[in-house]
């Protein structure tokens, strides 16, 4: 398998074999990704791809770092159609269908393969189910799913246990999972959207968050905390989802190779993971940042006790999906 820098060498290098025609159908893909987090990757990749494959009858044009929008004003563009697709946590989609944040469940996967198996749209039997409710209820569609990266605590000050986060601020994602997952941990959650982050930390809004290695990197936020918990709560698959209509309008042989397309860089997501999680961490301490870990009396067994009893309590309708998606193999 190709590892990311060849592969998106690859990527620059292919020859379009479109004609000077403009392209039959283009779809606006947003998402709020920063410049070099592989969830950027990834949108441009599959941009990348879906044009060439295509031989130019689609384009996707990717609007990175929340430029139409945060998380919620790009899930009600996507519904409205306005913006044809894009990409964010399963739970983002809870507004729509609570049940769709199934799948960002903390614990619930046994390992990163194991979370792209089981959010495949095209192969995974809760998804399937969850599709079919978001179509009749929202007009839109999960047709794609990738690895973002084990998601990890930060904080100003060392946390060991929940009884250390009790009452004190931590951003979350802003929909109701993340909330629970934190008040699972002891903490107090507080929403604030990724781009207002870095600014939320540095006044005291709040005093930690979670988020996978890349992001903590790319957002900088190595200058505003000192300690990363590797508590590895949720293995963060994000979905990717576009308006029903707009996605019936785009003739089916394309729409299974924008699917292939997905796929194919989705999986390897998992590679790019799996290579950079020791260079970010090196330079993660490089930048002033403490790791802790299970060795350093990090107890993860309170934190995964605590976190799936909130749930369980919270979602307790989740319990058959859970299920489907523990199940596969």
Do not use: C
């Amino acid at each position: 398998m190709l590892n990311r820098k060849t592969f998106l060498s690859a990527l620059a290098a292919l020859a379009l074999t479109a004609g000077p025609a403009a392209a039959q159908v283009k779809l606006r893909y947003a998402h709020v990704g920063v410049a070099n987090a592989p969830q950027t990757l990834y949108a441009d990749a599959v941009a990348k791809l879906v044009k060439e494959r295509t031989q130019g009858r689609v384009e996707i044009q990717v609007f990175a770092n929340s430029q139409l929008g945060g998380v919620g004003e790009m899930v009600d563009g996507i519904k409205s159609g306005a913006i044809a697709m894009g990409h964010h946590d399963f739970a983002s989609l809870g507004k729509i269908l609570p049940a769709t944040a199934v799948f960002n469940t903390p614990f619930v996967y046994r390992d990163a393969a194991h979370s792209l198996r089981a959010a495949d749209p095209r192969n995974s039997a809760a998804l399937k189910a969850i599709n079919d409710e978001l179509v009749a209820k929202g007009g839109m569609r999960i047709v794609g799913s990738f690895f973002q990266g084990t998601r990890h605590l930060t904080s100003k000050e060392k946390v060991l246990s929940p009884k250390d986060m009790a009452g004190k601020k931590y951003r979350g994602v802003p929909v109701k999972l993340w909330s629970s997952m934190l008040t699972g941990m002891g903490a107090v959650a507080t929403p604030v959207e990724v781009s207002e982050l870095a600014t939320a930390l540095a006044t005291g809004l709040v005093v930690g968050q979670e988020n996978p290695l890349p992001n903590i990197f790319n957002l900088k936020l190595y200058e505003v905390q000192k300690y990363v918990m590797l508590t590895g709560h949720m293995q963060s698959v994000l979905s990717t989802f576009v308006n029903e209509k707009i996605w019936q309008g785009v003739p089916a042989a394309d729409r299974k190779i924008i699917e292939d397309t997905m796929y194919e860089v989705g999986q390897q997501t998992l590679k790019w993971d799996a290579d950079t999680f020791a260079k970010y961490r090196s330079d993660l301490e490089a930048k002033g940042m403490t790791f802790v870990e299970a060795k350093d009396g990090l107890d993860l067994e309170a934190f995964r006790k605590a976190v799936l009893a909130q749930v369980d309590k919270d979602f307790p309708e989740w319990k058959d999906y859970i299920a489907k998606i523990q199940a596969v193999q």
